[in-house]
Antibody
């Protein structure tokens, strides 16, 4: 059974930093591209970042570029999101999401999410 | 880059059919595949349609997807509505920079 378990969410002050982790199990983690997708309280979904299986290609949403860094450790079956210079508008549930490729690509498995609150 | 626009909410009675639209603001809807995700209250999203019209295993055939170039939009159609279909639905695609793009979401009420 595919499982994605996020951790690291917390209350942090504006300008602060936080590192999110995602522990993957039930599949060959090193073979899949991964993403972070967030959802502000009561709002819609927003794609944040993408990383290929080998970390060779990385993309960021414009809203987080230069502040967030995605990375992975295939030996530990783990995905990370380092978040710096946090702002109130970064407050959201952050989901770890697997990418699968068919004719196109889509998000097939989502974690349960971890809540990041940016507030003084 | 483009935006995907969905109606804020739709409602329909059990047993009926409902269609949720997703309109692309610029560029052709056919350029990039469209996905649909269901999010029930308090839960993570799950895929109900991918690659415009493909259903993952386990998703009932009451769910179908299509695109229409005439309106530059995608549609999710749910037939034989059940109360368990009540949820938020999001369309999603990728832009030319390989960034994910989500619609704003549609709240489906089955009453």
């Amino acid at each position: 059974e595919v499982q994605l378990v996020e951790s690291g969410g917390d209350l942090v002050q504006p300008g602060g930093s936080l590192r999110l982790s995602c522990a993957a199990s039930g599949f060959t983690f090193s073979s899949y591209s991964m993403n972070w997708v967030r959802q502000a309280p009561g709002k819609g979904l927003e794609w944040v970042s993408y990383i290929t299986s080998s970390s060779s290609t990385i993309y960021y949403a414009d809203s987080v570029k230069g502040r967030f860094t995605i990375s992975r450790d295939n030996a530990r079956n783990s995905l990370y999101l380092q978040m710096n210079s946090l702002r109130a508008e970064d407050t959201a549930v952050y989901y770890c999401v697997r990418t699968v490729y068919g004719s196109g690509r889509h998000f097939d498995y989502w974690g349960q999410g971890t809540l990041v609150t940016v507030s003084s | 880059n483009f935006m995907l626009t969905q109606p804020h909410s739709v409602s329909e009675s059990p047993g009926k059919t409902v269609a949720i639209s997703c309109t692309r603001s610029s560029g052709s809807i056919a350029t990039n595949y469209v996905q649909w995700y269901q999010q029930r209250p308090g839960s993570s999203p799950t895929t109900v349609i991918y690659d415009n019209n493909q259903r993952p295993s386990g998703v009932p055939d009451r769910f179908s997807g299509s695109i229409a170039s005439s309106s530059n939009s995608a549609s999710l159609t749910i037939s034989g509505l059940k109360t368990e279909d009540e949820a938020d639905y999001y369309c999603q695609s990728f832009d030319s920079s390989n960034h994910g793009v989500f619609g704003g979401g549609t709240k489906l009420t089955v009453l």
